[in-house]
């Protein structure tokens, strides 16, 4: 049996990289937070094949004093903490004291730096083992740290790094996190001797668009709430920019970049009524709180971290987001289909579009611009499709009784107000698929379907939160044949179904009769519905449907109580429609995050057909 001994300290060092130097991103990662917490205000980064040949960081903050260097290269040696005490309420990014040791332990390092009245920067060497003494170096305010060769003596380790493109993208990505973190620092990053990043100092929002791009900005609503010791800053995007992978979610706590279970799940629910399953949110959020309710010595990365109050701060950010995301931008809403990839619609029976020539919206070009007031509208098309021959009297009758009915509805508005009508009035039907109406800016294009489904899908919450769900007798009793398994499903739970506001009972050995409906699903295809729910029995238990997934059991009722494709609305049921968007929390996208409506204005319209040129 071998004795047991004592490991030498490069061995020691070496165990220790293991867990903080997986690649070159992680010593990127070590050497940037170093610098801010030096207090640097220009942090300049160049990069040699990826970082494997060589990390190279020059900073302008406070630097280190000739003394200390062979010091800040020793394990368990740091400036930022020197109690316990100091450990419960960290306020640094780094306070271990293991990273610089740990790299040098794996590289060829070189360390110089100059503090503020020195007459010159000293610098010093460590090539695996040996540590050279302090030496004179020409060098301004501030720490260079030189990193050549990293896993030089470990070459096991450095046969698992990647392509030099992929681990470039790992230090990118580090670098984005930590520049996102300190907007008022300058940062710069090099690669091979190319500039890839200049990031002058900024705002928050301004660092974001930098990093995110534009089109993230455009599609972004800014979070901003405060409640006592904590506080939440940042952007999070409309489910309309939703994304295929976790790419652009950056959260950090105290400035420091963190990817918590706690967190994540806050944000999830924040946007669950409003994002379809295989999508996911971007956001880059800030959350401030007092370091001695957070404990970041969780993880050897320290990208997890454990609050005092969890709860309460999963509570704090879910409301956060969950107001920000209900009331967005409205400016958003234009070109909203840009952010979208066509696939991700739910369009069926769709045709090329044609002309909609039996609406006369010529101008003149000599007047002032002016959109038709509804009654003119409505007019117009009643003056038009009355002087159609082929039209039976009963449709003249029905367009009169339109026109009349438009008539009333102008005046009643004109005592609210056109500004009360963001999404304007109905001009007609698309396909069967899309209501078009026009408002003072240009035309709306609604997805009749989407919109109605958010809006049953609201309705149902609030029925629901009121714990009274007003029901209907169905006239004619609706019967389906059911599995063996769904009427077993159906005779247990009976109660749940009640509480619903559904009536199901078995009719037969292999038939379900459906006697009574919520009200306000009175339209839905109530087989279908059945089916559904009785499914969601099936795969999540009785006990979940109204807890825990309650929301996508009202959901699943909502799409089957909405309009569908292909049914002919009139123009007065258009237009309540739209009224109900209007009042509607979240209207602007559907229960799994396509956008609803958009709007083109009438200046993109001209530009489309190049008037006035």
């Known amino acids: ?55 190279r960081v020059v900073d302008n903050g406070i630097g280190i004093a000739k003394d200390e260097l062979v010091l800040a290269l020793t394990r368990h040696s740091t400036s930022k903490i020197s109690t316990l005490d100091d450990l419960h309420r960290i306020a640094s990014l780094g306070f271990r004291g293991e990273a610089l040791a740990s790299i040098a332990a794996v590289s060829r390092l070189t360390l110089a730096s100059c503090q503020h009245g020195d007459d010159y920067a000293w610098q010093v060497h460590v090539d695996g083992n040996s540590v050279s003494s302090a030496m004179p170096s020409s060098l301004s305010i501030g720490t260079t740290l030189t990193i050549n060769e990293l896993f030089f003596n470990i070459p096991a380790r450095r046969k698992f790094l990647k392509s030099e493109g992929t681990e470039f993208s790992h230090c990118d990505e580090v670098f984005k996190r930590i520049s996102l973190s300190a907007p008022s620092v300058e940062f710069s990053l090099q690669h091979n001797g190319k500039t890839r990043r200049l990031l002058h100092p900024a705002t928050p929002a301004q660092r974001i ?34 994304r295929s992978s976790r790419e652009a979610q950056y959260f950090f706590v105290n400035k420091r970049f963190v990817s918590d279970k706690l967190i994540s799940h806050a944000l999830r629910e924040a946007y669950r009524d409003i994002l379809h399953l295989d999508r996911y949110p971007a956001f880059v959020l800030f959350l401030e709180v007092d370091p001695e309710s957070v404990d970041v010595n969780v993880h050897p990365t320290k990208t997890e971290v454990r609050f005092r109050e969890a709860r309460a701060v999963h509570q704090f950010i879910f409301h956060a987001i969950n107001k920000a995301l209900s009331a967005p931008d409205p400016q958003k809403k ?228 909405a309009v569908r494709a292909n049914r002919k609305l009139t123009i007065e049921e258009m237009n309540q429609l739209l009224r109900e968007m209007e009042v509607t929390e979240r209207a602007d996208q559907c229960n799994h995050g396509r956008p609803t409506w958009f709007e083109i204005t009438v200046t993109e319209l001209d530009k489309m057909f190049m008037r006035g040129k």
């Open 1 to 55: 049996m071998a004795s047991i001994k004592l490991l030498p300290d490069l061995l020691i060092n070496q165990i220790a990289a293991g867990e903080v130097v997986e690649r070159p991103a992680s010593v990127l990662k070590e050497i940037l937070e170093n610098s801010l917490d030096a207090g640097a205000q220009k942090i300049h980064v160049q990069l040699l094949q990826g970082g494997v040949k060589q990390i």
């Open 209 to 242: 668009t930098a990093i995110l791009g534009e089109e993230f900005a455009q599609y972004a609503v800014w979070v901003d709430e405060k409640s006592e010791a904590i506080q939440l800053q940042g952007m999070v995007a409309l489910p309309a920019y939703a």
């Open 334 to 561: 234009q070109n909203i289909d840009t952010a979208i990839s066509f696939e991700h619609r739910d369009v069926s029976n769709t045709s090329p579009v044609r002309p909609l020539s039996n609406y006369p919206l010529s101008r003149n070009d000599n007047r002032p611009r002016q959109l038709f007031q509804p009654e003119q509208m409505y007019q117009s098309i009643y003056d038009t499709r009355s002087s159609d021959p082929s039209l039976y009297l009963g449709e003249k009758d029905k367009l009169a009784g339109e026109a009349e009915t438009a008539t009333e509805l102008n005046s009643s508005i004109a005592s609210v107000g056109k500004e009360s009508f963001s999404l304007g009035f109905a001009l007609g039907q698309l396909q069967g698929i899309y209501i078009l109406a026009q408002n003072e800016q240009g035309l709306i294009v609604v997805d009749m379907h989407a919109a109605h489904e958010r809006v049953m899908y609201e309705k149902l919450k609030n029925i629901f939160d009121q714990q009274v769900v007003p029901t209907q007798s169905l006239l004619i009793p609706v019967t389906f044949h059911a599995s063996s398994v769904e009427m077993s499903l159906a005779e247990e739970n009976a109660d749940l179904f009640d509480q619903l506001g559904f009536e199901i009972a078995p009719f037969s050995p292999t038939a379900l009769v459906v006697r009574k409906t919520p009200a306000i699903l009175s339209d839905a295809d109530i087989v279908q519905l059945a089916h559904d729910l009785l499914k969601e029995i099936e795969d999540y238990g009785a006990s979940q449907v109204l807890t825990a997934r309650r929301n996508e059991t009202l959901a699943t009722m909502a799409c089957h109580g």
